[in-house]
């Protein structure tokens, strides 16, 4: 679903600010990024988010929603 | 449709039925139903309206019937098996179920097994390269797809990390038909996500009008001094 957008005005961004999402260093990288993860049914997702926020070194991580069995 | 779920279920029929009276019952189910969360759900247990937006047979073997479902989040797919059941005479239940879309995430966008990013992560952690952990993991904004967004001037940047509210003045471009208090990304110029707003003035306003508060601030996700405070102080 793409929208069109409308400009409002015109404005530069200085390349020295900030980060085009794509292009970040890879601990901003992780820590804004989020996995598509195919969970498998086992362990819950409470423990899956412990191993990824222990693989990845990081001290906060979360879940979108899984499915109640 | 912005957190619409999609799922492919596999249902277990009580009775043999004909094959053409299932196809014609699961039709019949695309469209407005009606559904009480069930007794373990997390969520009010009241009577509600759901919308199915599609409902398709894949495979019917004997009294496995395996189909694909379309439907507005907060539908219970497992309800919608036990109802069709009672539709047919025979009673009915879901065995299994995969979700196959989630708003903008599905099957075929940069799934990725626990083992996939097992190995990604090794392979970066022992500097065999960070493309493949790159590619698993994905910048979050790409959660916001589905979601209308406002682009602001670096100069409005840290005023909304601090918690502001966005004025007029602080807008660059913005998406076509964002309508008065839906939900609304405000991004920086290079597309990175700044915070999720409520939109106080709709697309045609804010493009007309050149003061006032065009959105308030909801959740701030940049972290304040990413990009420095030019604001006045007093």
Redesign the interface.
């Known amino acids: 679903?793409k929208?069109?957008?409308?400009?409002?005005?015109?404005?530069?961004?200085?390349e020295a600010?900030?980060?085009?999402?794509?292009s970040?260093p890879?601990s901003l990288?992780?820590h804004?990024?989020?996995?598509?993860?195919?969970?498998?049914s086992g362990p819950s997702s409470h423990e899956?988010v412990a191993?990824?926020k222990r693989?990845?070194g990081l001290k906060h991580a979360g879940h979108?929603?899984t499915?109640?069995a | 449709?912005l957190s619409g779920k999609e799922y492919v279920c596999l249902m277990q029929l009580h009775e043999d039925i004909a094959e053409q009276r299932i196809a014609d019952t699961l039709a019949e189910f695309a469209g407005e139903i009606f559904q009480r969360p069930p007794l373990?759900?997390s969520v009010k247990r009241a009577v509600r309206r759901r919308k199915i937006y599609s409902l398709d047979a894949l495979e019917i073997d004997g009294r496995r019937v395996l189909f694909k479902v379309a439907c507005q989040a907060g539908t219970y797919v497992r309800k919608v098996c036990s109802d069709i059941g009672e539709v047919l005479g025979c009673g009915a239940h879901m065995s299994e179920?995969r979700?196959t879309r989630?708003g903008p995430?599905s099957?075929d966008?940069?799934?990725?097994?626990?083992y996939d990013?097992?190995n990604a992560?090794d392979r970066?952690k022992v500097g065999k390269g960070?493309e493949e952990?790159?590619a698993?993991?994905?910048?979050?904004?790409?959660?916001f797809?589905?979601i209308?967004k406002i682009?602001i001037?670096?100069s409005a940047?840290d005023a909304i990390c601090h918690g502001a509210d966005l004025a007029v003045p602080g807008?660059?471009?913005?998406?076509?038909?964002i309508a008065t208090n839906s939900s609304i990304v405000l991004m920086?110029?290079?597309?990175?996500?700044v915070a999720l707003a409520k939109a106080l003035m709709s697309?045609e306003q804010?493009?007309e009008q050149d003061h006032g508060i065009a959105a308030k601030t909801v959740r701030v996700i940049?972290p304040p001094g990413?990009?420095?405070s030019l604001w006045k102080k007093t």
């Open positions: 679903m929208r069109e957008t409308v400009a409002k005005t015109e404005a530069e961004t200085d600010l900030g980060h085009d999402p794509y970040r890879m990288h992780i804004f990024g989020m996995v598509n993860l195919d969970k498998p899956v191993w990824v693989m990845l979108g929603g499915l109640d | 449709m373990r759900a179920l979700r989630a995430f099957e966008r940069n799934l990725c097994s626990m990013l097992l992560c970066w960070e952990l790159r698993i993991i994905r910048p979050m904004e790409e959660a797809e589905f209308p682009c001037r670096d940047v807008v660059v471009k913005l998406d076509q038909g920086s110029l290079k597309a990175e996500a697309t804010i493009v940049m990413t990009y420095p």
